[in-house]
């Protein structure tokens, strides 16, 4: 891909994903979620880009296996449109944050998409580092269901079998997908440090350190959220029993 389908491929993501925001404002939506409508949108918009990326990101490999043997160089229009499809999304999502969220709520996100969209562009513009970026957008196979958990508070079914189980799911490919995925990046990144050139090293060493530290927070809140409280009550309620 030129510049110019670049330029065509994101700008005409940022396009679809407003569009897609906008469809989801026509739809019924929870009581629970009305007085946050934004929000809503916007989770599920997220949900949407994560739910197509996914998809498109298992096919990139599948369809073109030997961009996993070579993660610099070897790349197909295919992962490159995906790449810069994301980045029409990142684009979208961080304008829309921007003018409808106060910085001080989205601050986290906002510097999140800053970073994946300079580590994004490098790739699809140099043409280096593409499948790079495809691995690193393996991650939204976790969004999925941390988007669906987000969604399913919002309409107040945080709990039963669903959450629960949606719970299990999202923590398990969180691990798989998100910190392990990082964790082999960062390796990879070391260990073809003589590969790199200094410019790419240190953007992609800064922008996997940044993303390390904000996902092991993420972990942890959800870790406490999902399951640590819920063990908490369960034993103030044994202890209540006994009493």
């Known amino acids: 891909m030129d510049l110019s389908s ?8 940022a396009v679809f994903f407003r569009l897609v925001n906008a469809g989801v404002g026509t739809l019924p939506m929870p009581e629970s979620a009305v007085r ?3 929000k809503w949108r916007n989770i599920s918009t ?11 990101a298992v096919l990139s490999f599948f369809r073109h296996p030997q961009m996993a043997e070579d993660l610099i160089e070897t790349y197909s229009v295919f992962s490159h449109a995906l790449v810069s499809f994301s980045i029409g999304y990142f684009i979208y999502d961080f ?9 001080n709520q989205s601050w986290e996100l906002l510097f999140h998409h800053i970073v994946v969209i300079s580590c994004f ?5 140099t043409g280096h580092y593409v499948g790079f970026a495809v691995v690193a957008l393996l991650v939204e196979i976790n969004s999925i269901f941390l988007h669906l958990r987000q969604l399913l508070r919002m309409a107040n079914i945080a709990a039963g079998t669903l959450y629960r189980v949606n719970s299990i799911i999202n923590l398990g490919t969180y691990v798989v997908f ?10 990879w990144l070391v260990l073809n440090r003589d590969k790199v050139p200094l410019l790419a090293y240190t953007l992609g060493s800064v922008g996997m350190a940044i993303m390390t530290v904000m996902n092991i ?18 034993t103030k309620k044994e202890k209540e029993k006994e009493m």
């Not at 998100?178 to 390796?187: E, F, S």
């Open 6 to 13: 670049v330029i065509v491929t994101t700008g005409g993501s």
């Open 36 to 38: 946050n409508a934004w």
């Open 46 to 56: 997220s949900g949407v880009h994560s739910f197509i990326t996914a998809i498109w």
């Open 95 to 103: 304008l829309d944050m921007v003018l409808n969220q106060k910085l």
């Open 121 to 125: 562009g490098f790739s699809v513009v």
């Open 178 to 187: 998100r910190i392990n995925t990082l964790a082999w990046m960062t390796r």
């Open 217 to 234: 927070v993420l972990f942890y809140r959800l870790l406490r959220s999902d399951f640590l409280k819920n063990s908490t009550r369960e």
